[in-house]
């Protein structure tokens, strides 16, 4: 399974993006898909994730109420939606799938994750 995020780019403080992650190569409709993203000098850090049927999902504390996450079986996508972004959502964010499909509230480490994107820079301008 090859996973392509998309979807970043630039915009001001306020401003909204929509992240996309197509999977190739396999389906992923029954794998965890998760969200994580990297600053300039920290460690990646987990976003969010939801389950394969989309009913369960699960939010770092700094983007809940603002990013939603979600998914389309059919087209074999996810999607991170992030409004009211801030300068420090400014990184590198990278879609993950995890094919043991664990409760999403146990995927917050990447080391669950078996499947990697190669990443898209949102940047934040304040």
């Known amino acids: 399974v090859q996973l392509q995020a998309s979807g970043g780019g630039l915009v001001q403080a306020g401003g909204s993006l929509r992240l996309s992650c197509a999977a190739s190569g396999g389906t992923v409709s029954r794998y965890v898909m998760g969200w994580f993203r990297q600053a300039p000098g920290k460690e990646r850090e987990f976003v969010s994730a939801?389950?394969?049927?989309?009913?369960?999902?699960h939010y770092a504390d700094s983007v809940k109420g603002r990013f939603t996450i979600s998914r389309d079986n059919a087209k074999n996508t996810a999607y991170l939606q992030m409004n009211t972004l801030k300068p420090e959502d400014t990184a590198v964010y990278y879609c993950?799938?995890?094919?043991?499909?664990?409760?999403?509230?146990?995927?917050?480490?990447?080391?669950?994750?078996?499947?990697w994107g190669q990443g898209t820079q949102v940047t934040v301008s304040s």
């Open positions: 939801i389950s394969w049927s989309g009913g369960s999902t």
């Open positions: 993950a799938a995890d094919a043991d499909n664990l409760p999403v509230r146990h995927l917050r480490s990447q080391l669950m994750y078996d499947y």
